[in-house]
């Protein structure tokens, strides 16, 4: 929604005024400059990136449309979730977690929270810990060192996303030199022509260095920069599970392993203690 009305403020500001000082808006309308640059930066995008990054460049847009994938809500059932196993381990035993770890996805325990076990990056990242755990692994300065290194994987994957929509977004510039190039010299070749035509094809040819630097700068490089916030703002998710594996792994009461992982949430979507408890007492009650 906010691309949406960031979208309309640019444009709005842009062609309101250029409209409002008497230019002439139809000018503008120039479909063969935009599949110039838009063709030649989706290209140049393909040639310089992996398959199997292009194919998640859709999916980074989309995210930005939406938002932020994970809610203050979405954090709150995490850390119950992280309660609820850890008491589990406190009460019954590592071993009486097995078989909700071999199969998350039927497990009615995991099933009481449908954000995370629909979400197969974070089932599989704590699941696989949790395993290790009922396996034996004790070393919680390996187990961290291990989850650092998972951790560092998954955004420099991310990080892959982000810096080639950053350059995809930075090549729109450029682009739309070559586009009114080419208008030039298409002008060129119309020498012959009456002022009034070769003026029409002077502006169009404007038009797309006008377009290159407003789309990169109006549009595709704010979306790349918020695409990389968001991302960043999702490896939370794996940071809070780790925060609170490591306290449970220290010793640590449920409640307090799980404080441990609130604390690693940022602000915005941090539950306060007073709704961790809330939400605790109602599990209990459920």
């Known amino acids: 929604m906010l691309f949406i009305v960031g979208f309309l403020i640019v444009f709005g500001c842009v062609l309101g005024a250029y409209a409002a000082h008497g230019g002439h808006v139809g000018i503008l309308w120039q479909p063969l400059e935009f599949v110039i640059i838009f063709g030649a930066a989706t290209g140049a995008m393909i040639i310089a990136t992996p398959k199997h990054i292009v194919g998640k460049i859709g999916a980074a847009y989309g995210r930005a449309f939406k938002g932020a994938k994970y809610t203050k809500a979405d954090f709150?059932?995490?850390?119950?979730?992280?309660?609820?196993?850890?008491?589990?381990?406190?009460?019954?035993?590592m071993l009486e977690l097995e078989t909700h770890l071999?199969?998350?996805?039927?497990?009615?325990?995991?099933?009481?929270?449908?954000?995370?076990?629909?979400?197969?990056?974070?089932?599989d990242f704590f699941c696989d810990y949790m395993r290790m755990l009922t396996m034996g692994a004790e070393n919680v300065h390996q187990i961290e060192d291990l989850m650092n290194e998972e951790l560092e994987v998954h955004h420099q994957e991310q990080h892959a996303v982000s810096a080639t929509l950053t350059t995809f977004g930075e090549s729109f510039p450029a682009l739309g030199i070559v586009a009114a190039v080419l208008g030039v010299i298409h002008t060129m070749g119309s020498i012959n022509q009456p002022p009034e035509v070769l003026?029409?094809?002077?502006?169009?040819?404007?038009?797309?260095?006008f377009a290159g630097i407003l789309i990169s700068y109006g549009?595709?490089?704010?979306?790349?920069?918020?695409?990389?916030?968001?991302?960043?703002?999702?490896?939370?998710?794996?940071?809070?599970m780790k925060a609170g594996i490591l306290a449970s792994m220290n010793g640590y009461a449920p409640a307090i392993a799980v404080e441990f992982a609130r604390k690693s949430i940022e602000t915005d979507f941090r539950p306060s203690f007073a709704e961790m408890e809330e939400s605790i007492q109602n599990l209990s009650v459920a």
């Open 199 to 209: 003026g029409h094809l002077i502006g169009a040819a404007l038009v797309g260095t």
């Open 219 to 240: 549009v595709m490089s704010p979306l790349a920069s918020c695409v990389k916030i968001l991302q960043d703002g999702e490896s939370r998710y794996l940071s809070c």
């Open 102 to 123: 071999d199969h998350p996805h039927d497990s009615a325990l995991f099933n009481r929270f449908p954000v995370f076990v629909n979400d197969h990056h974070a089932t």
């Open 76 to 93: 709150l059932e995490l850390l119950t979730m992280q309660y609820t196993v850890f008491k589990l381990i406190k009460t019954k035993g």
